[in-house]
């Protein structure tokens, strides 16, 4: 016999895990959560150099990471970093524009000049004059929040099937029959897809129309270099979204901030992309690398509009979309499962409006 659950969630990721534990939480009684993978948080998960910063993923975003803010601390899951957002001679209008729009809601940003920037980022290049600093920014540890949700869920009563892709959904009168790749078969009244840059193959599945939620390789690399990197270093990224770098365990992680597009897959590395990524680094400061240790790319997925998707697809009540979390799923996660959360069980809404993530806004 199949067995049956109120909920199943697609996707065991750090989305699927926050919201099943959200759900336990609110008291929801059977959850399932399907993973595809041998072990949850495999891919973009388990390949993030999550930092929280507020206005990283823009003013949209923004309201979904300040919310989530206490709740990381409370958790003990972040540690002081401090961001800052560098601009080049002639970009100071970028920079202030920069500064104002977060400070408008809320966020504390100091605007900085060449020696206060210098002051922060050793043997930076002269070409680099003007600053915006978050102090605000954390580091997150990302596999003790994922465990932490999925300790949580556990607790709670939700199953955990892996090696469980979804292969079928078929709808029912009471909700949906759905066949697993294992062979295993489940009733669940409401689908939640929460499967990341396979968001969109689970709507096709369950018979609905995709959102657009496309899939974009991001490449990150762990590097030597020959200087010493400062333990207070703070996250580096520039005004125009072209990099950024941290350090990480006496090493640096770089990224050239790329965006390319992919088919949902296990994404790895192109060696264009380490290049790329090593050149911009080295145009900032004056620390030559001098080996590549690691590098790997994980996969951030968004809507046309780079929005989250939370809510019931229109076409169907019983199936909610909890995916297009970009690059900014980590630093969201408590809000915007408690968000969904909310939205599932018919409570009121909390600290975030949940109107600019609707699905109806695309018609």
Do not use: N
Not at 152 to 162: D, I, P, S, T
């Amino acid at each position: 016999m199949e067995a049956a659950f109120d909920i199943a969630i697609v996707g065991a990721g750090m989305a699927g895990a926050s919201l099943a534990a959200a759900l336990c939480a609110k008291g929801v009684g059977r959850v399932l959560l399907l993973e595809a993978e041998e072990r949850p948080g495999y891919h973009a998960t388990g390949r993030s150099a999550a930092f929280w910063t507020e206005s990283y993923g823009g003013p949209g975003v923004q309201p979904l990471t300040t919310a989530s803010g206490p709740i990381l601390r409370d958790l003990g899951v972040v540690t002081p970093r401090g961001a800052l957002t560098l601009g080049r001679a002639g970009q100071e209008r970028e920079v202030a524009a920069f500064a104002a729009r977060y400070r408008a809601a809320g966020v504390e940003v100091h605007l900085l000049d060449r020696a206060e920037i210098a002051a922060r980022v050793p043997a930076l290049r002269g070409a680099w004059t003007c600053g915006a600093l978050e102090p605000s920014t954390c580091d997150i540890d990302v596999a003790a929040l994922h465990q932490h949700y999925l300790a949580e869920a556990r607790r709670g009563g939700v199953e955990l099937w892996c090696r469980a892709g979804l292969t079928a959904a078929e709808r029912t009168a009471g909700g949906w029959m759905l066949t697993l790749a294992d062979g295993r078969v489940a009733q669940a009244g409401m689908l939640v897809d929460a499967a990341g840059a396979w968001a969109d193959g689970v709507a096709r599945l369950a018979g609905l129309a995709p959102l657009g939620i496309a899939p974009y390789r991001r490449t990150i690399a762990q590097v030597a270099v020959a200087a010493t990197v400062p333990d207070d270093l703070p996250l580096v990224l520039d005004v125009a979204e072209s990099f950024y770098f941290k350090p990480e365990s006496g090493r640096l992680w770089l990224s050239p901030h790329d965006e390319t597009p992919s088919a949902p897959c296990d994404a790895a590395p192109e060696e264009i992309d380490v290049a790329l990524a090593i050149d911009r680094f080295e145009q900032v400061v004056d620390w030559p690398v001098e080996r590549v240790e690691h590098r790997w790319a994980g996969l951030r997925s968004f809507a046309p509009d780079r929005l989250p998707v939370y809510g019931f697809a229109p076409q169907d009540a019983a199936f909610f979309w909890f995916a297009g979390q970009g690059g900014f799923g980590i630093q969201t996660a408590p809000a915007a499962a408690d968000l969904a959360a909310r939205l599932l069980t018919g409570e009121a809404p909390g600290a975030v409006d949940p109107a600019p993530y609707d699905p109806r806004r695309f018609g």
